[in-house]
Antibody
Framework: QVQLVQSGAEVKKPGASVKVSCKAS????????IHWVRQAPGEGLQWMGV????????SYAQRFQDRVTMTRDTSTSTFYMELSSLRSEDTAVYYC????????????WGQGTLVTVSS | QSALTQPASVSGSPGQSITISCTGT?????????VSWYQQHPGKAPKLMIY???RRPSGVSNRFSASKSGNTASLTISGLQAEDEADYYC??????????FGTGTKVTVL
């Protein structure tokens, strides 16, 4: 199983962007897909999108299509999720989760990163 | 893509069995045998409990079982224990490399 360690909490103003990182270890980098899932305070899990570590191909949930960008740095085994045009409703814990290709199961999770959007 | 529908809460006494439903559509739950279930304790990351409708990862208790019929998937916890008290989420593949989670169910052990 891959181990995933995320960057620390962030506080951003409305309209700004945030970039959360997720460093992977303990596996062959190209053998995983990394998903991003968020959870607003007191709310449920929301799937945001996925990036293929091997080729960098992405797929995003429609509601985030215009504001999210997922990338990866193969040299450091680190994945990134950038969300732009932040609003208060984006205040949430953001998780990265690992999937072995085509298994459709998220069997490794990062510890979560709290992003607070406040003026 | 709308969230899958789960009951907000389910409760049971220790030793009892409970079942959590997860209702989607013919575009997600009904079209793929790729439903998974996650357990989440307060302040913690989710944990995979079931994948591919009814398969358990190694290390997950056999008290957890699941099934699917049509557009509805179900998770059953048998022999309910205090440690099972948590939030549970279903998740389904929805085509075109996208996924959708359920609304979540809070399980209370009375």
């Amino acid at each position: 199983q891959v181990q995933l360690v995320q960057s620390g909490a962030e506080v951003k103003k409305p309209g700004a962007s945030v970039k959360v990182s997720c460093k992977a270890s303990g596996y062959t980098f190209t053998n995983y897909y990394i998903h991003w899932v968020r959870q607003a305070p007191g709310e449920g899990l929301q799937w945001m999108g996925v990036i293929n570590a091997s080729g960098g191909r992405t797929s995003y949930a429609q509601r985030f299509q215009d504001r999210v960008t997922m990338t990866r740095d193969t040299s450091t085994s680190t994945f990134y999720m950038e969300l732009s045009s932040l609003r208060s409703e984006d205040t949430a814990v953001y998780y990265c989760a690992g999937e072995l290709p085509s298994t459709s199961r998220f069997d490794s999770w990062g510890q979560g990163t709290l992003v607070t959007v406040s003026s | 893509q709308s969230a899958l529908t789960q009951p907000a809460s389910v409760s049971g006494s220790p030793g009892q069995s409970i079942t959590i439903s997860c209702t989607g559509t013919s575009s997600d739950v009904g079209n793929y045998n790729l439903v998974s279930w996650y357990q989440q304790h307060p302040g913690k990351a989710p944990k995979l409990m079931i994948y591919e409708v009814n398969r358990r990862p190694s290390g997950v208790s056999n008290r957890f079982s699941a099934s699917k019929s049509g557009n509805t998937a179900s998770l059953t916890i048998s022999g309910l224990q205090a440690e099972d008290e948590a939030d549970y989420y279903c998740c389904s593949y929805a085509g075109s490399s996208t996924y959708v989670f359920g609304t979540g169910t809070k399980v209370t052990v009375l």
